[in-house]
């Protein structure tokens, strides 16, 4: 069963689909952003706020939000570890 985590303001993604979490601060990571806002697959979930953290789903979709990525892992890790438990 996949998992849902919360990657702040009330927006919640499927961990199950996250291949990477990764800061949009390199170069590469935002020509990536730019292009899929212009292709229509980004997803901004930052209400507003500065991207923190850039999440790369399995469909080719980005999800932006203002949370760090640290924090993000943790929760997902989090969730992992309820699940191995039950």
Do not use: C, W, Y
């Not at 020509?31 to 789903?57: C, N, P, S």
């Amino acid at each position: 069963m996949n998992k849902l985590i919360h990657i702040g303001f009330g927006n919640i993604v499927n961990s199950g689909k996250i291949i990477a979490i990764v800061s949009p601060d390199s170069a590469p990571v935002k020509r990536l952003v730019q292009k899929a806002r212009e292709a229509g697959t980004a997803i901004d979930a930052t209400q507003g706020r500065k991207t923190k953290a850039v999440l790369v789903m399995e469909n080719s979709q980005l999800v932006l939000s203002a949370l760090l990525p640290e924090t993000i892992a943790q929760r997902a890790q989090a969730e992992s570890r309820d699940e191995n438990e039950t």
